[in-house]
C-alpha cells in the first residue's frame, strides 16, 4: 500500500471514531505524541504516590490508614497499565524509566506541591483526582485503543478515591475548629494549583490541536478548567469553606462562575523545575530505583542460574 | 487473671503484632525497588494492617471500657504495646524487610493455622481470613529470600547479614506466659511449642534451599511479652500517634 493508502485507512477510522490498535499503521507524530502523553501519565502516577504516601505512617485512624494504602497502591497499578500501554507503541519501560529519572520527561506538576497535613491527603483526593477525573473521562473514547482501555479502569478507581479524599474533608470540616482550619488551609494552598492541572489557556497551549484531531483530547484545557469550577464550588458551599478567590462569582449569561486565572508565572516555574518539592520527588525516585538496582540484578542472576539447571536436567 | 482478661491480652498482642509490622512494611510504598515489588510489599502491609485494626476492635470489645480500636492504636505508650520486638526492627536494605518479613510469615503461616481452630470463633474468623493472605505473603517472601541467597554475591551477603542480625529476635515469638497457659487451658489459644516445630522445620529449609546459613546457639533477646521493646518502637509511636494525641477530641 502506498503511504496515502494507510494514511487513508488511519483517518478512516478517526472518523468513525473506531480505535487504533498497536498493529495499526499510524502517523509518527501521533504515536510520538501518545508515547509522550501515556508515559507523563504513568509517571505521574509512580510519583504521586510520593506526596500520598508521605502520610501513610501518620494517617490519624486504622480505617484511613488502610484507605491511603489501597488508594496509593491502586496509584502504583495505573502506573503499571499505562507503562504496558506505553509498551505496546514500541518503546521499553527501562528508556521510559530512565527519561523521567534524568529529567526529560515530565510528569504532572500537581505533585511538585508538598503535602504538609492529613487534610492536604483529603484535598488532594477530592480536588486532584477531581481534576485528574475530568481530564480523563474523555480518555475512555480516547481514539489510541489500548489507552482507551486502560482508562477505562483508571477512572472507576479515580472516582473512588475522589469520594474518599471527599469524605476526609467532610470530617475535618464538620469536626473541630482546629479541624476545620486545617481544611480551608488545605483547600487554600490546592484550589489553584488544581486549577494549573487543566493547562495553560486554550491561546497557549501548544499541543492541544493536533490532540483534538486525534481525539487524544475532546475539550479544551478552558472549557475544562470551567466545569471543573462550577462542579467544585457547591461542594466547596457544602462543606462551609470558602473558595480563595475574591473575584469567584456566578455568571448567569454563561451559566457558570467567573473566576480568577491561576498564576501562570508560578506555573510555569514549576514546570520548569522551581515548584517546592521537584528536587525532592525526582531525588526519591532515583534513590528506590538507584538502591533497587541490587535486588532487580540479583532476581535477574538467579532466573539465569535456574534456566542453567533446568536446561542441563 | 480472668479468662476474659487473658483473652484481651492475648489479643491485644496479635494487634501490635501486625500494626507494627504494617506501619513499617508502608514505610516502603512508593520507594520499592521496582514497581511490580512496590505493589506486592504494599499489598501486604494492607493485608497486615487489616488483620491488626480486626483484632484490636475485637481487643476494643472484650476490653468493655468504651475504647475502640484507635484508642488502643493512638493512645497507649511503648511500654503498653506488646508486638514482638522483631516487628519494629528497622527496615533497612531490602534484603532485611524481606528476610524479616519471610520470618514472621512463615511464622504467621502455622500460627493462624492452629488459631483457625480456636475455640474463640472471633479469633478463629480473624485466622482463617488470615491464613489466605499469608499464604500468598509466605509464597512471596521465600521466593524473595531464595533469589537474594543464590543470585548475586552482594545479594547473598545481604540477606546473610539480615539472617545473623534478625535471629536474635526469633526466640521472642514463641514464649509462653500466664496468659498463654490460661487460654490454651480453654482451647482458645495456640501452642506455640507446635508452631516452632513446624517453623524451625520450614525455615531451615528455606535456608538451605537459598544456600544460606542458619544461626547457631544465638542468644535471643526477650521483653515485648512484658511490654519491653527495643528502642525503635518509641519512634515508630511518636511518628504514627502524633496527629490524634495533637488533637485529642477530633474524630477522623
Known amino acids: ?313 | 487473671m480472668t479468662t476474659q482478661e487473658a483473652l484481651f491480652q492475648y489479643t491485644l498482642r496479635l494487634g501490635d503484632t501486625n500494626l507494627i509490622l504494617g506501619q513499617r512494611l508502608s514505610e516502603w510504598t512508593g520507594h520499592g525497588p521496582f514497581l511490580e515489588e512496590d505493589l506486592a510489599l504494599t499489598n501486604i502491609a494492607l493485608d497486615i494492617t487489616g488483620t491488626a485494626k480486626s483484632l484490636l476492635e475485637y481487643a476494643a470489645t472484650l476490653e468493655g471500657k468504651g475504647r475502640t480500636e484507635d484508642d488502643l492504636a493512638y493512645f497507649r505508650n511503648d511500654r503498653q504495646y506488646f508486638n514482638a520486638q522483631i516487628t519494629e526492627q528497622p527496615n533497612g536494605d531490602y534484603a532485611r524487610t524481606i528476610v524479616r518479613q519471610a520470618i514472621i510469615d512463615c511464622f504467621d503461616f502455622y500460627f493462624y493455622t492452629e488459631l483457625a481452630k480456636s475455640k474463640d470463633e472471633t479469633l478463629a474468623g480473624i485466622a482463617q481470613k488470615s491464613i489466605k493472605e499469608v499464604t500468598y505473603h509466605l509464597r512471596h517472601t521465600s521466593s524473595w529470600v531464595e533469589r537474594f541467597g543464590d543470585g548475586t554475591e552482594e545479594s547473598h551477603n545481604k540477606a546473610q547479614t539480615a539472617v545473623n542480625e534478625l535471629w536474635q529476635y526469633t526466640g521472642e515469638l514463641f514464649e509462653m506466659n500466664e496468659v498463654d497457659a490460661i487460654l490454651i487451658k480453654e482451647g482458645i489459644a495456640v501452642d506455640l511449642k507446635i508452631v516452632k516445630e513446624k517453623w524451625e522445620k520450614h525455615i531451615t529449609e528455606l535456608l538451605e534451599k537459598s544456600t544460606l546459613t542458619k544461626p547457631e546457639n544465638v542468644f535471643m533477646q526477650t521483653g515485648s511479652r512484658k511490654g519491653i521493646h527495643t528502642e525503635h518502637l518509641a519512634y515508630i509511636l511518636a511518628e504514627m500517634q502524633a496527629l490524634p494525641r495533637m488533637f485529642p477530641d477530633a474524630k477522623w
Not at chain 1, 473541630?176 to 483547600?187: G, R
Open chain 1, 1 to 313: 500500500m502506498e503511504l496515502n493508502k494507510f494514511e487513508d485507512v488511519f483517518e478512516g477510522k478517526l472518523a468513525k471514531n473506531e480505535m487504533v490498535e498497536p498493529k495499526d499503521w499510524m502517523p509518527d507524530n501521533y504515536r510520538k505524541h501518545l508515547i509522550r502523553q501515556i508515559s507523563q501519565h504513568a509517571h505521574s502516577e509512580i510519583v504521586g504516590m510520593l506526596p500520598e504516601g508521605n502520610w501513610i505512617t501518620r494517617a490519624p485512624s486504622l480505617r484511613s490508614k488502610v484507605v491511603l494504602l489501597a488508594k496509593v497502591q491502586d496509584e502504583g497499578g495505573h502506573g503499571l497499565y499505562l507503562y504496558t500501554a506505553a509498551e505496546t507503541l514500541g518503546v521499553s519501560r527501562d528508556e521510559l524509566l530512565n527519561n523521567l529519572h534524568t529529567g526529560k520527561a515530565k510528569y504532572s506538576s500537581i505533585f511538585n506541591y508538598p503535602t504538609l497535613t492529613w487534610a492536604d491527603i483529603g484535598a488532594v483526593g477530592w480536588l486532584v483526582d477531581g481534576a485528574a477525573i475530568m481530564n480523563q473521562v474523555m480518555l475512555q473514547r480516547t481514539s489510541y485503543g489500548p489507552y482507551a482501555r486502560a482508562m477505562v479502569r483508571i477512572c472507576k478507581e479515580e472516582s473512588f478515591h475522589q469520594r474518599q479524599g471527599f469524605e476526609i474533608m467532610t470530617r475535618l470540616a464538620f469536626g473541630t475548629e482546629d479541624q476545620k482550619a486545617m481544611a480551608q488551609d488545605a483547600l487554600n494552598r490546592w484550589w489553584y494549583p488544581t486549577m494549573m492541572m487543566f493547562g495553560p489557556p486554550d491561546a497557549e497551549s501548544p499541543n492541544s490541536e493536533n490532540a483534538m484531531k486525534w481525539r487524544i483530547k475532546r475539550e479544551t484545557n478552558d472549557q475544562l478548567r470551567q466545569k471543573f469550577v462550577n462542579q467544585t464550588v457547591p461542594q466547596v458551599e457544602y462543606l462551609g469553606l470558602t473558595v480563595p478567590d475574591a473575584n469567584l462569582k456566578w455568571n448567569e449569561a454563561k451559566k457558570g462562575y467567573d473566576y480568577s486565572e491561576p498564576n501562570w508565572v508560578e506555573f510555569k516555574n514549576v514546570i520548569s523545575g522551581n515548584g517546592p518539592c521537584n528536587k525532592e520527588r525526582l531525588a526519591a525516585r532515583n534513590k528506590a530505583h538507584d538502591e533497587g538496582a541490587w535486588v532487580r540484578e540479583a532476581a535477574q542472576a538467579f532466573a539465569k542460574k535456574r534456566k542453567e539447571v533446568y536446561a542441563a536436567a
